[in-house]
């Protein structure tokens, strides 16, 4: 049977100030059913969040973030990289359009050389071995020039010397968005991986993992079909890190 076409961002909700997008999008989910492909954009968000609570910052109008309702129920659940794939896909894609050129620090940052350009937090709701519900929360620094932040940071208006129309750039990114989502949910047999590999941030090179109190020199060979960054020691012996599992150390940062 193909699954529906999945319309990104065509019901669009906008705010000019809210705490988080990614809180209003679980807030909303828990009492409704919001349309799939529903968009929660914000001009200023007074909690902008990543992963472990980590302050997201942006200033007032400057920059995209936006969270973006799916129900993937096509997608199995030890598939869920699938939607970092296409998530990270996405946005190197659109920033590419702008002539710059972005990876992806694995599993999901995207990175334009050492500095971090966009952050991506996902939130997925699993029933039985089916994914019910994600929120895919982004952050896209455009028209930002001056960072507070401890990574180094940069935007698109710092990349090109330019700056954006941000609600053409919402527009054109749920474009992108939209072709590789549902390129993937019609059954496409566009390999993601294979795609996704070539793009990861020090990809081929020497790095340092931390684990269990050790430190282990590597060299980043890729990933697996689970998403698992896979790492060679010096004897060629292959390891697959999950995600929180280990720092990583890049020689190449600064
Ligand atoms: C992320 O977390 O990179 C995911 C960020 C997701 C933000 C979006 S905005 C819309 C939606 N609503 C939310 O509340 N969140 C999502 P993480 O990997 O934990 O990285 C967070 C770290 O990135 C911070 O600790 C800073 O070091 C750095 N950082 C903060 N703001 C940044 C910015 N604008 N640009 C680059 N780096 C930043």
Same mark, same amino acid.
């Given at each position: 049977?193909?699954?529906? =076409?999945? @319309? &990104?961002?065509k019901n669009l909700i906008q705010f000019e100030s809210i705490g988080s997008t990614n809180d209003y999008a679980t807030e909303l989910l828990s009492k409704s059913n919001p349309t799939d492909?529903?968009?929660?954009?914000?001009?200023?968000?007074?909690?902008?969040? /990543?992963? %472990?609570?980590?302050?997201?910052?942006?200033?007032?109008?400057?920059?995209l973030l936006l969270s973006l309702i799916l129900y993937p129920h096509f997608m199995p659940t030890d598939q869920q990289f699938t939607l970092s794939m296409v998530t990270v896909l996405s946005?190197?894609?659109?920033?590419?359009?702008?002539? &710059?050129?972005?990876?992806?620090?694995? @599993?999901?940052?995207?990175?334009?050389?050492?500095?971090? &350009?966009?952050?991506? !937090?996902? #939130?997925?709701?699993?029933?039985?071995?089916?994914?019910?519900?994600?929120?895919? /929360?982004?952050?896209?620094?455009?028209?930002?020039?001056?960072?507070?932040?401890?990574?180094?940071?940069?935007?698109?208006?710092?990349?090109? /010397?330019?700056? %954006?129309?941000?609600?053409?750039?919402?527009?054109? %990114?749920? $474009?992108?968005?939209?072709?590789?989502?549902?390129?993937?949910?019609?059954?496409?047999?566009?390999?993601? =991986?294979? +795609? %996704?590999?070539? $793009?990861? =941030?020090? !990809?081929?090179?020497?790095? +340092?993992?931390?684990?269990?109190?050790?430190? +282990?020199?590597?060299?980043? #060979?890729? &990933?697996?079909?689970?998403?698992? $960054?896979?790492?060679?020691?010096?004897?060629?012996?292959?390891? =697959?890190?999950?995600?929180?599992?280990?720092?990583?150390?890049?020689?190449?940062?600064?």
């Open positions: 049977m193909l699954s529906s =076409y999945t @319309p &990104i961002g492909g529903t968009v929660i954009t914000a001009s200023f968000q007074t909690t902008g969040h /990543g992963q %472990f609570d980590r302050k997201w910052e942006s200033k007032q109008g400057e920059n946005i190197i894609d659109y920033l590419k359009d702008k002539n &710059i050129t972005a990876k992806v620090k694995w @599993p999901n940052d995207i990175y334009v050389e050492n500095n971090k &350009i966009a952050g991506i !937090l996902i #939130k997925n709701s699993i029933v039985g071995s089916k994914i019910n519900s994600s929120i895919i /929360g982004i952050g896209l620094n455009i028209n930002q020039k001056k960072f507070e932040s401890n990574v180094h940071s940069t935007s698109m208006s710092l990349e090109t /010397g330019s700056n %954006f129309d941000v609600t053409k750039c919402l527009s054109d %990114f749920c $474009l992108f968005f939209e072709q590789i989502y549902n390129d993937q949910k019609s059954g496409s047999k566009m390999d993601l =991986y294979a +795609t %996704f590999e070539p $793009l990861i =941030y020090g !990809l081929n090179e020497k790095i +340092t993992l931390q684990k269990n109190q050790s430190e +282990t020199d590597m060299i980043i #060979k890729g &990933i697996d079909g689970y998403g698992r $960054l896979k790492l060679v020691d010096n004897q060629n012996q292959a390891s =697959y890190l999950t995600h929180g599992e280990g720092t990583i150390i890049y020689k190449t940062a600064k």
